[in-house]
T-cell receptor, first 116, second 114 residues
Framework: GAGVSQSPSNKVTEKGKDVELRCDPISGHTALYWYRQSLGQGLEFLIYFQGNSAPDKSGLPSDRFSAERTGGSVSTLTIQRTQQEDSAVYLC??????????????FGQGTRLTVV | DAKTTQPPSMDCAEGRAANLPCNHSTISGNEYVYWYRQIHSQGPQYIIHGLKNNETNEMASLIITEDRKSSTLILPHATLRDTAVYYCIVRASWISSNTGKLIFGQGTTLQVKP
């Protein structure tokens, strides 16, 4: 596709269950970002992948959160033992690094996670 | 933490220019100024970015002060569809495993009124 694709668009899960959120970045984009946005709040940085380098995990709020990026393309954000405070929109973005120079990031439409 | 300061909200009359300020007094020489906006219930949308020269594209103009400590995003003829939260971000120009990430602050909520 032409843009960043996230799935599912909506997810309702029971407290204590694990969830996986998927992000398909724009083809060829080497950088991939995950953010979380709680209702009425700003974007909270979670994790950043750049090429084959070790990801920047400094924004992950707890060890229940993890993410991986397979083959430098698709990424999965996993939340284990979900809590009600995990309810938010999870946004993914990707960007192209041209000879190491940063370029604009393109965002997906997000996955709305509701923990009941 | 975000390295920028923006007013929390602004109003603008439809058809008039919207001027959104941003302070980034600690910006370093290799950091760009980026602007994004987020319309309600959508993902953020890239608007424009610049290093030290003023920039213009089909969406907006970006004016960066000579000392690069502040900038202004200008929407020349605001429409109701420009109502959104506008984010000003500083970001390293050279990306690696620990740079290049976008850190969003609280942004400015722009309300365009008829």
């Amino acid at each position: 596709g032409a843009g960043v694709s996230q799935s599912p668009s909506n997810k309702v899960t029971e407290k204590g269950k694990d969830v996986e959120l998927r992000c398909d970045p724009i083809s060829g984009h080497t950088a991939l970002y995950w953010y979380r946005q709680s209702l009425g709040q700003g974007l909270e940085f979670l994790i950043y992948f750049q090429g084959n380098s070790a990801p920047d995990k400094s924004g992950l709020p707890s060890d229940r959160f993890s993410a991986e990026r397979t083959g430098g393309s698709v990424s999965t954000l996993t939340i284990q033992r979900t809590q009600q405070e995990d309810s938010a929109v999870y946004l993914c973005a990707s960007s192209l690094a041209s000879r190491g120079v940063a370029t604009e990031a393109f965002f997906g439409q997000g996955t709305r996670l509701t923990v009941v | 933490d975000a390295k920028t300061t923006q007013p929390p909200s602004m109003d603008c009359a439809e058809g008039r220019a919207a001027n959104l300020p941003c302070n980034h007094s600690t910006i370093s020489g290799n950091e760009y100024v980026y602007w994004y906006r987020q319309i309600h219930s959508q993902g953020p949308q890239y608007i424009i970015h610049g290093l030290k020269n003023n920039e213009t594209n089909e969406m907006a103009s970006l004016i960066i002060t000579e000392d690069r400590k502040s900038s202004t995003l200008i929407l020349p003829h605001a429409t109701l569809r420009d109502t959104a939260v506008y984010y000003c971000i500083v970001r390293a120009s050279w990306i690696s495993s620990n740079t290049g990430k976008l850190i969003f602050g609280q942004g400015t909520t722009l309300q365009v009124k008829p």
